[in-house]
């Protein structure tokens, strides 16, 4: 991943607020007051993260924002995910009677303050949650931080295409094979999809 690629994505710019839990990522403080994660550390628990989810077949993405939409559904097709787009609904994960039930071995979610239904049905199966948090999320019940901007379009973006690509590697996809760009995985209109 070429770094300036990173940087145009804005991946690395976190909020003004910060929260306890988000600290230890926060690679300095800028003037106007917005916190830089550090990227080498977003790049390093991509990496680590699509090694841990290469090892699971039934994968679950989530974003109730509309710009992660897009992300999400392409990255699922990718690494064969089911995706949620939109509204999470209450027993996804816990109610076997319910007509969209799913099992999965692990979720990631695109925004630990939005996806919280998600988060509070996998906490209660006990699979791993795997998240995208800025520099405001509370971390408590999230098993894997990927410190990022999770609040851009073309940083979810390019969050969820750099995870699939490293999935698929750590599968044995051999790396001129892996045929997604991170351009398909962008919102293509305003309100997101």
Not at 41 to 62: H, P
Not at 140 to 168: Q, T
Request: glycine share 6%; hydrophobic share 40%; proline share 5%.
């Amino acid at each position: 991943m070429a770094l300036d690629e990173f940087l145009s994505a804005g991946v690395h710019i976190g909020m003004k607020q910060r929260t306890k839990d988000m600290e230890r990522f926060i690679y300095k403080v800028r003037p106007d007051g917005l916190a830089v994660l550090d990227v080498q550390t977003i790049q390093k628990r991509i990496e680590t993260a699509g090694k841990f989810l290469s090892k699971y077949k039934k994968l679950m993405a989530v974003s109730r924002k509309p710009i992660g939409q897009r992300a999400v559904a392409r990255f699922s097709e990718a690494v064969g995910a089911k995706p949620v787009i939109g509204r999470f609904l209450p027993g996804t994960l816990t109610n076997p009677s319910f007509r969209n039930y799913f099992e999965p071995d692990a979720i990631i979610v695109s925004d630990p303050a939005i996806d919280v239904q998600a988060i509070r049905e996998a906490v209660k199966i006990r699979i791993p949650i795997i998240a995208f948090c800025d520099t405001v999320d509370e971390t408590s019940n999230i098993d894997f931080v990927i410190p990022s901007n999770n609040k851009g379009k073309k940083s979810v973006a390019l969050l969820y295409y750099l995870l699939a690509k490293e999935i698929l590697k750590s599968r044995g996809v051999p790396e001129g094979e892996i045929k997604i760009k991170a351009s398909d995985f962008e919102s293509r209109e305003r309100n997101g999809e």
